[in-house]
């Protein structure tokens, strides 16, 4: 697959200096991140079926769209393993989950969390196979949480 990605590259010593770097330049908000490296760009693009100027999302009011690209950098860059990434892109893809000025990539808002399994759905029981649990519900920085203590650690 001969992928060409049109994003800066940025010249570094070794890894370190490339979260460093990320640190300075303000891509991070003081978590570590992983440096993406154009392989792994290119793996993430090859698992999850995008071009990397297939556009993926955006939000109108601020005259911004994302890229294929643009999503698999930043998913790298904040750990994600690529046979996740698939699972990024279906969340872009309809829209995230928490901005209400986000929208997909025809423009119409989406929210993901219509395809979450135990979202707002504190003490109900799960959905797992074979769970007898019940959601709980935890409160972090004003975000809430939703998850089964039985299957989910």
């Known amino acids: 697959m001969d992928v060409r ?3 800066q590259r940025h010249a570094v010593e070794d890894a370190g200096e490339a979260i460093e770097f990320c640190y300075r330049t303000g891509w991070t908000d003081g978590l570590p991140v992983v440096p993406p490296t154009e392989r792994r760009v290119i793996e993430f693009l090859a698992n999850g079926g995008h071009e990397p100027d297939d556009i993926i999302g955006g939000v109108p ?11 698999a950098i930043n998913a790298v860059m904040a750990g994600c393993l690529k046979e996740y ?11 995230g989950s928490s ?7 025809d423009g119409e808002l989406g929210y ?3 395809h979450f399994a135990v979202y707002d759905r504190e ?3 799960c959905p ?14 004003g975000r809430s949480t939703f998850y089964c203590p039985s299957c989910q650690r």
């Open 5 to 7: 990605l049109a994003s």
């Open 99 to 105: 901005l209400r000025d986000y929208a997909r990539a």
């Open 128 to 141: 797992g196979r074979d769970c007898k649990g019940k959601i709980k519900r935890i409160v972090q920085s």
């Open 123 to 125: 003490d109900q029981p």
């Open 112 to 114: 993901f969390q219509h």
């Open 85 to 95: 990434f698939p699972i990024v892109l279906a969340a872009i893809e309809a829209g």
């Open 61 to 71: 009011d601020r005259a911004r769209v994302f890229t294929a690209e643009k999503v």
